[in-house]
Every structure is written in C-alpha cells, then in structure tokens.
Nanobody
Framework: QVQLVESGGGLVQAGGSLRLSCAAS????????MGWYRQAPGKQRELVVR???????NYADSVKGRFTVSTDATENTVSLQMNSLKPDDTAVYYC?????????WGQGIQVTVSS
C-alpha cells in the first residue's frame, strides 16, 4: 500500500506564495506519473500539474507561469511551488501518484487565498 502525505498548505493573501510537499512511502520512480490535483467547493477535482517519471510536465492553463512542480528522488517527494496566488486558487490540493493500474491519493490539504 502506498501512502502520500501532503504538507505546506495554509492561508495566504493574494499575490503571495506557498509551497506544498508530498512525501511518498516508496520510491517515486515506482510511479509513471506524480502530480497535484485540486478541488474547490462545489466543483469537480481538476488537474493542476503532473510530472512523468521522465520529467515531462503538464500544467493546467490556469497555473502556467505561476506554479512549478519538482521532485526529489532522495526524499521521495513531489513539491509544488505556488507563486502569485489568486483567490481562485483556493481549494483542497491532493497529491497523486499513478502507476499502471494503480492510482493513489493523499488525504488533501487546504489552500486558502484571501483577496
């Protein structure tokens, strides 16, 4: 069983920055993709960014140029640096890891951006 544990959320003013981290219970190289999704109240969960094991990234248009994903194989973590935050970025953010036939989720962490 894989565990994904998020950290780093919180409350920030518009224009500010936050950094989310997700620690995996096993090597990130075990997964074809890792990434971040978010779900705002009353909305469906949506992709924020994913990164392949080969380092190819896929960002949602709404976060391009503001958010940056990175991985650390020595710590088995995937991180999300979020800059120029907007109130529309307010959501529960979920870490995700996917390998063929298996999809894993973290418990979610709240990010709130005040105007």
């Amino acid at each position: 069983q894989v565990q994904l544990v998020e950290s780093g959320g919180g409350l920030v003013q518009a224009g500010g920055s936050l950094r989310l981290s997700c620690a995996a219970s096993r090597s990130i190289f075990d997964f074809a993709y890792m990434g971040w999704y978010r779900q705002a109240p009353g909305k469906q969960r949506e992709l924020v960014v994913r990164i392949s094991s080969g380092g190819i990234t896929n960002y949602a248009d709404s976060v391009k140029g503001r958010f940056t994903v990175s991985t650390d194989a020595t710590e088995n973590t995937v991180s999300l640096q979020m800059n120029s935050l907007k109130p529309d970025d307010t959501a529960v953010y979920y870490c995700n890891a996917w390998s063929y036939g298996n999809n894993y989720w973290g418990q979610g962490i709240q990010v709130t951006v005040s105007s």
